[in-house]
């Protein structure tokens, strides 16, 4: 077609500058940050080259290691159970009930939630006096906890409330589960096949592209948790709940070392980077692509 | 499990202190306090706070509707060299962490004299509007036959005729979800405020519900009427459009 490359580049073009002024530009001045002083309450700023990184990892700033630890234990605990339990969620709205277009409405509504106000519900909720949780489980004469006001109760409590949010997880497996063809199940229901073995044999590995979707956006996801710990735990108690990008965020807003948390913000970068490629080296031995392996 | 939650919202949001405290819970409020949200909304601006969202979500929406159907158009309905390659590179930045951004932005907004204004928060809608609804919509255009502005083009048509004429018109209910999108994330969007607004005169929504709770931490009453407040317009606009949410998620998935 006549001009194509003129007017392919006219109609791209918002989103090709928006491009390289929102993400390129800032990745690139992020890095050079990093190896600088810069903070706002400081007259001078100074190239101080890699000192960040080294005092990053010499194990002289503790809370860099408190934050990654959180982080990580809330990834190591959150990932798992999002895919399991949207992965359940998504089987049980596929089956052919009434009403499923009301649950399945039901199941994404959370996830449209402001994040502020799920978290001031889930607080109320999770309230060690007052909440409803407590109150139930002593009314069954169950233990109760402190939820987000113990130590050791707060992570996996913060990961609780996040769990509500996973319709669009929910949503993206239903995509999956859609497109696995009738005569698969056929087959196995000729063979005599019961629910677990049409479950493991056609389901499982016709989804597993669809796992692999939602495992990577979900690491991702987990490792940038930042409303929950500003809004229902402030990074408590005793530093505890203090994520990664809620620590990054207090060094460059609250402190202003901008060029301290442009480092933190570059080691996060790696972070994710190192385990989305893991996922995707090992996504050769389980992900089954139907027709043979996709470029 | 996933709607108690809401109930619990709803019912405490309609109760007096002494009722939400009563052991065991009761479910039904007696009588309702719909003076509650009276209370609640007045005790700090919110109808300012109310008024920019609405500006921030409105003209965010039109950005993002505007730039990311362009941007799909040129990157699926029109041939030229280097397309698909610039596409990917595009698409890199759904991967990058929004932290790594954060700091040179703000920076950036800040040098312009743009901090503490609403700017921030609307300028980046208006070029691409986001790589996910640019990837949504092309996906959703790549299904459209060529024949459509093979024809077009023999009569004459020019690319932007084909794209207001043909191709947005057929694209109603992708871009219905990208709007939808649009909506939800500028409405529920806490970071973006929190770092570039100053001025309480400026405040969202989501953060003077911040606020809010930081001010009233005993008054659970007044709390949960706020966020049942700040929930229901995403609630409304959810379900008016979710016969089109549900559907265009599930086309545009996975598949591709």
Known sequence: MRKGMFYGLL????????????????????????????????????????????????????????????TFYFVVLRVPAVIILSFAVALLLNLNVKGRA??????????????????????WLLNPDLGLINSLLSRLHLPTSGWLYSEESVIPSVVLTTLWGIGSTVIIFLAGLSGIPRQYYEAIEVDGGGWFHRLRHVTIPMVTPTIFFNTIMTIIGSFQVFNEAYILTQGGPNNKSLFYVFYLWRTGFRDA??????????ILFVIILFFTVIVFRTSKSWVYYEGGERS | MFIIPFVWLVRSSLMNLSQIFTMPPEWIPAPFQWSNFQRALTALPFDTFFKNTLIIVVTVLVGTVITSTI????????????????????????????????????????????????????IPAYFGGGIFNIFLLRQFYLTIPRDFDEAAFVDGASYWQIYTRIIFPL????????????????????????????????FTLALGLQMFQGSYTAQWDLLMAASATVVLPCVIVFLAGQRYFLEGITLTGLKG
């Open chain 1, 11 to 70: 109609f791209t073009a918002p989103a090709i500058l928006g491009f390289a002024v929102f993400t390129l530009g800032p990745m690139i001045a992020s890095l050079v940050l990093s190896l600088t002083d810069y903070n706002v309450f400081k007259a001078h700023t100074s190239f101080t080259g890699l000192d960040h990184y080294i005092r990053l990892f010499s194990g002289e700033d503790e809370l860099f290691y408190q934050s990654l630890g959180a």
């Open chain 1, 102 to 123: 009301i649950f399945r409405t039901i199941i994404y509504l959370p996830s449209i939630v402001p994040a502020v106000a799920s978290a001031m519900i889930w607080m």
């Open chain 1, 257 to 266: 070392d901008m060029g301290y948390a442009s480092a933190l913000a570059w």
């Open chain 2, 71 to 122: 941007g799909a158009f040129g990157f699926s309905r029109i041939q030229w060299k280097g397309r698909d390659t610039v596409f990917a590179i595009l698409m890199t930045s759904m991967m990058l962490p929004a932290a790594v951004t954060m700091i040179p932005s703000f920076l950036g907004w800040q040098a312009l004299g743009f901090y503490d204004t609403l700017y921030p928060l609307i």
């Open chain 2, 171 to 202: 694209s109603r209910s992708a871009v219905i979800v990208v709007a939808l999108f649009s909506f939800l994330a500028s409405w529920n969007d806490f970071m973006g405020p929190l770092i570039y607004l100053k001025s309480d005169s400026l």
